[in-house]
């Protein structure tokens, strides 16, 4: 008896999931500007509530031990130098690597995004294949990570600094591999920033960054964080500096897990993701 009723809640859970993701669908399929925002507020509550009780473990500041969760970032770290060496060709024709500021349109237009700042993109929902080409050996080991949801080399141009702002959806965390870091970071010049208290989270006053936790990258060393928290980053120092950024989805609930699934398959066929496939797509460099 007890095995049945648990199946009927596990059953009823995922029902309950479906359910919520199929009327965020509905709301997404008629969705102007304000509704996006509605539904993607309403989202993101989902995963912060399931947060608060634990649910969902909290990632606070900056995480390199995540061999449990993510074990296949080893095996992208294990292969640095390839990594490297492909980004390195890349770099040979760098200015015919898009923008970041006209990537999706209105979406990157501006704020943040309206720096030095180039991204080479393996996926956004789906691989790009053309670009996937160029960078055979990189493609490869992302395949071959789970729950990867957004992959691209970010490249940021000397003494750009991307100013305070929060991320946009609670179901993922990001990951950097460093993979060309001026020096090596020596001179401590190229750093991302992260405030993860509740406070500056939950006020959303962005001059609280100032009391944050600093990482250095490192050539071929990865790390963790919470995109959804108050951060910042710069390159200080007079050369590009190159991380390989990816969205993972975090690890959850098997109901949760389903809803989010749902919900970024949902938001990976609309318009603006269509935009950003359309202008990362390089057929050479």
């Given at each position: 008896m007890t095995s049945v009723l648990v199946a009927i809640v596990v059953v009823a859970g995922l029902a309950g999931a479906v359910w919520i993701a199929l009327r965020v669908r509905r709301q997404l399929e008629r969705a102007n500007n304000d509704v996006l925002t509605t539904v993607k507020d309403a989202v993101n509550g989902v995963f912060m509530r399931?947060?608060?009780?634990?649910?969902?473990?909290r990632v606070t500041g900056f995480c390199?031990?995540?061999?449990?969760?993510?074990?296949?970032?080893?095996?992208?770290?294990?292969?640095?130098?390839a990594v490297r060496d492909e980004c390195l060709e890349l770099l040979r024709e760098k200015d015919r690597i898009t923008d970041i500021?006209?990537?999706?349109?209105?979406?990157?237009?501006?704020?943040?995004?309206?720096i030095r700042w180039k991204s080479f993109v393996f996926k956004s929902g789906d691989?790009?294949?053309?670009?996937?080409r160029l960078a055979p050996r990189t493609a490869e080991l992302l395949r071959d990570i789970p729950g990867v949801y957004t992959a691209f080399f970010s490249i940021l141009d000397?003494?750009?600094?991307?100013?305070?702002?929060?991320g946009y959806y609670k179901g993922i965390l990001r990951y950097h591999l460093g993979v060309i870091i001026p020096g090596d970071n020596a001179d401590r010049s190229a750093w991302l920033r992260v405030n993860s208290s509740p406070e500056a989270n939950e006020i959303r006053q962005k001059s609280l960054i100032d009391k944050g936790e600093r990482y250095h990258w490192r050539n071929g060393e990865g790390v963790i964080f919470d995109d959804f928290h108050l951060h910042d980053a710069a390159n200080d120092s007079d050369e590009v500096r190159v991380v390989l950024w990816l969205d993972i989805a975090r690890k959850m609930p098997a109901r949760l897990r389903l809803f989010d699934a749902i919900v970024m398959g949902i938001a990976h066929r609309l318009p603006v993701i269509s935009k950003i496939q359309e202008n990362a797509r390089i057929e050479s460099v």
């Amino acid at each position: 008896m007890t095995s049945v009723l648990v199946a009927i809640v596990v059953v009823a859970g995922l029902a309950g999931a479906v359910w919520i993701a199929l009327r965020v669908r509905r709301q997404l399929e008629r969705a102007n500007n304000d509704v996006l925002t509605t539904v993607k507020d309403a989202v993101n509550g989902v995963f912060m509530r399931a947060e608060a009780r634990g649910a969902i473990r909290r990632v606070t500041g900056f995480c390199t031990d995540y061999d449990d969760d993510y074990p296949e970032l080893r095996r992208l770290e294990a292969s640095y130098e390839a990594v490297r060496d492909e980004c390195l060709e890349l770099l040979r024709e760098k200015d015919r690597i898009t923008d970041i500021s006209v990537l999706g349109g209105d979406y990157t237009g501006g704020g943040i995004h309206a720096i030095r700042w180039k991204s080479f993109v393996f996926k956004s929902g789906d691989f790009i294949e053309a670009n996937c080409r160029l960078a055979p050996r990189t493609a490869e080991l992302l395949r071959d990570i789970p729950g990867v949801y957004t992959a691209f080399f970010s490249i940021l141009d000397p003494h750009q600094y991307v100013t305070p702002h929060y991320g946009y959806y609670k179901g993922i965390l990001r990951y950097h591999l460093g993979v060309i870091i001026p020096g090596d970071n020596a001179d401590r010049s190229a750093w991302l920033r992260v405030n993860s208290s509740p406070e500056a989270n939950e006020i959303r006053q962005k001059s609280l960054i100032d009391k944050g936790e600093r990482y250095h990258w490192r050539n071929g060393e990865g790390v963790i964080f919470d995109d959804f928290h108050l951060h910042d980053a710069a390159n200080d120092s007079d050369e590009v500096r190159v991380v390989l950024w990816l969205d993972i989805a975090r690890k959850m609930p098997a109901r949760l897990r389903l809803f989010d699934a749902i919900v970024m398959g949902i938001a990976h066929r609309l318009p603006v993701i269509s935009k950003i496939q359309e202008n990362a797509r390089i057929e050479s460099v």
